[in-house]
T-cell receptor
């Protein structure tokens, strides 16, 4: 069984300040972890992925995430928020059990204030 | 070149009707999926096909039936639509467990 918990349903930051979106996971197998972003009325876009290689993963648009097995966390960060970062962010877990199903967190809405 | 496409983008229909949503991918992937996103933005897997074979069938009413005529297509047919079926339905495809590519979504509204 696998699950993810996104600890904040809503995060508000000022433009130019750091972003931290928190995610904890649970998995019976070695997990693969992802962050997806969904802009309003749009589909989902992959931001970054962890697949048991380097624990610090860099993604698109300046985002990165660090896999911490001891804390079962995969938090998403960005040094400086941009207005265009305002969107819904999903932490996602999967395990290579053959089912290939993604398990989504409940999402964090990021608001960026001017 | 759209990687994963869905039609229609919007679908408004009345209760009791039967409707279909089509999905096509041009990425050469062997696995396709249907996800449902509810009004609270929660996304959940519904079905998955690998090389035209059903490999995931989550707890979904029998009114929902996926059909995969070939590896590049996975359609979703819904019978006797209900108000609770209103949601955004996303199609996705992958060649491995590590990355899935999503379509733009189909917003279904049942009145």
């Amino acid at each position: 069984a696998q699950s993810v918990t996104q600890l904040d349903s809503h995060v508000s930051v000022s433009e130019g300040t750091p972003v931290l979106l928190r995610c904890n996971y649970s998995s019976s197998y070695s997990p693969s972890l992802f962050w997806y972003v969904q802009h309003p009325n749009k589909g989902l876009q992959l931001l970054l992925k962890y697949t048991s290689a380097a624990t610090l993963v860099k993604g698109i648009n300046g985002f990165e995430a660090e896999f911490k097995k001891s804390e079962t966390s995969f938090h998403l960060t960005k040094p400086s928020a941009h207005m265009s970062d305002a969107a819904e962010y999903f932490c996602v877990v999967t395990a290579d059990t053959g089912r290939r199903a993604l398990t989504f967190g409940s999402g964090t809405r990021l608001q960026v204030q001017p | 070149d759209t990687a994963v496409s869905q039609t229609p983008k919007y679908l408004v229909t009345q209760m009791g009707n039967d409707k279909s949503i089509k999905c096509e991918q041009n990425l050469g992937h062997d696995t396709m999926y249907w996800y449902k996103q509810d009004s609270k933005k929660f996304l959940k897997i519904m079905f998955s096909y690998n090389n035209k074979e059903l490999i995931i069938n989550e707890t979904v009413p029998n009114r929902f039936s996926p059909k995969s005529p070939d590896k590049a297509h996975l359609n979703l047919h819904i019978n006797s639509l209900e108000l609770g079926d209103s949601a955004v339905y996303f199609c996705a495809s992958s060649s491995s467990v590590y990355e899935q590519y999503f379509g733009p979504g189909t917003r279904l509204t049942v009145t």
